[in-house]
């Protein structure tokens, strides 16, 4: 893959922080894995439901950034050192959660994304939200 995933990776990043669209980056049939634990948990198929768990985040955080610290080609996957940063919009807190992503990227297109983040902190996070 090379560099190729690396600067797909890279583009979804910054065009997610500057609120643009991403899913011209994705697969059509791309599986967004949410693990078990986080409040958001499941598998998301397809550009649509990817659409949908990106509208259950909005529903809960304003001002959200995806900070990568490091994007490593890993062969035939990328791998991803970020940080979560965002504002819980029920009570004005900031938020700043490290997490991992492996992602694949063929064809120039983001095939899947596994994200591995500290869930009992976003689950009291969003816990939290939901007593406010």
């Not at 994705?26 to 499941?42: M, R």
Request: with cysteine; net charge negative.
């Amino acid at each position: 893959m090379g560099s190729e995933g690396v600067a797909v990776i890279e583009e979804f990043y910054a065009r997610f922080n500057k609120g643009e669209d991403v899913m011209g980056l994705c697969d059509p049939k791309i599986e967004f894995y949410e693990q078990e634990g986080s409040p958001f948990a499941g598998t998301y198929r397809g550009i649509d439901e990817l659409g949908q768990f990106i509208g259950k985040l909005m529903g809960v955080f304003d001002d959200m950034q995806l900070v990568a610290e490091q994007i490593v080609d890993a062969g035939e996957d990328v791998l991803v050192a970020a940080r979560f940063k965002a504002v819980v919009r029920a009570t004005g807190e900031h938020i700043d959660i490290p997490y991992l992503e492996l992602d694949g990227v063929r064809d120039g297109k983001i095939t899947y994304v596994k994200p591995f983040i500290d869930t009992a902190l976003l689950r009291d996070v969003v816990e939290a939200t939901s007593r406010a």
